[in-house]
């Protein structure tokens, strides 16, 4: 079964506005990470968190972690129209999965100008 | 300089055929990636190579041959090719810290379409 499942599959928010996004995963991680992917391009990484870690900032997104509830949130601040893209949380396992990341399905956010 | 870089970009062929597709990294990475987006965007790992050797070989049908010939490349060959196989191949590598995997950076992907 897919490790990341992300919450909402959808989000459409006015430039100016913080968009969240919640990702949820079912074993015990390394490391989470998000990646953004616009439409026909490949992805690219964003952000990385470690298991021992429970917040990460990187310029206007924040990355939270919480390994008691299996859960992260990607928060994006004062969204640009730019920022329209599909985002994935991907989970390294480790262990006998080691070098392997599962993707979530992906939030499509869609920022209007 | 593209980091990650895969042909062809746009793939059309008709079922039962067989095609490649070319990855090569330039980021000096030991660990390359084939990743298969599907049409509904699920994006699953199939062949993970390190230093040339095979490290993860995902529930792939063995139409599917990835072959590294360095370790900057990674390419792959897909025989008899069948409707299920149309999705976007996405090459990516990565550095393997010993302990966990680090961010990967992905090629533009290939578009594989079959008739």
């Known amino acids: 079964s897919q490790q990341g499942e992300e919450d909402p599959q959808a989000l459409s928010i006015q430039e100016g506005e913080n968009a969240t996004m919640n990702c949820s995963y079912k074993?015990?991680?390394?490391?989470l990470q998000w990646y953004r992917q616009n439409s026909g391009r490949g992805l690219v990484h964003l952000i990385l968190i470690r298991s021992n870690e429970r917040e990460k900032h990187s310029g206007r997104l924040r990355v939270t972690l919480d390994t008691s509830k299996k859960s992260s949130s990607l928060l994006i601040t004062a969204s640009r129209a730019a920022d329209t893209a599909s985002y994935f949380c991907?989970?390294?396992?480790?262990?006998?999965?080691?070098?392997?990341?599962?993707f979530g399905q992906g939030t499509i956010l869609t920022v209007h100008p | 300089d593209t980091a990650v870089s895969q042909t062809p970009k746009y793939l059309v062929t008709q079922m039962g055929n067989d095609k490649s597709i070319k990855c090569e990294q330039n980021l000096g990475h030991d660990t390359m990636y084939w990743y298969k987006q599907d049409s509904k965007k699920f994006l699953k790992i199939m062949f993970s190579y390190n230093n040339k050797e095979l490290i993860i070989n995902e529930t792939v049908p063995n139409r599917f041959s990835p072959k590294s010939p360095d370790k900057a490349h990674l390419n792959l060959h897909i025989n008899s090719l069948e409707l299920g196989d149309s999705a976007v191949y996405f090459c990516?590598?990565?550095?393997?810290?010993?302990?966990?995997?680090?961010?990967?950076?992905f090629g533009e992907g290939s578009r594989l379409t079959v008739l």
């Open positions: 991907a989970t390294d396992a480790g262990g006998t999965s080691y070098g392997k990341l599962t």
């Open positions: 990516a590598s990565s550095r393997l810290t010993g302990i966990s995997t680090g961010e990967l950076f």
């Open positions: 074993t015990s991680i390394n490391n």
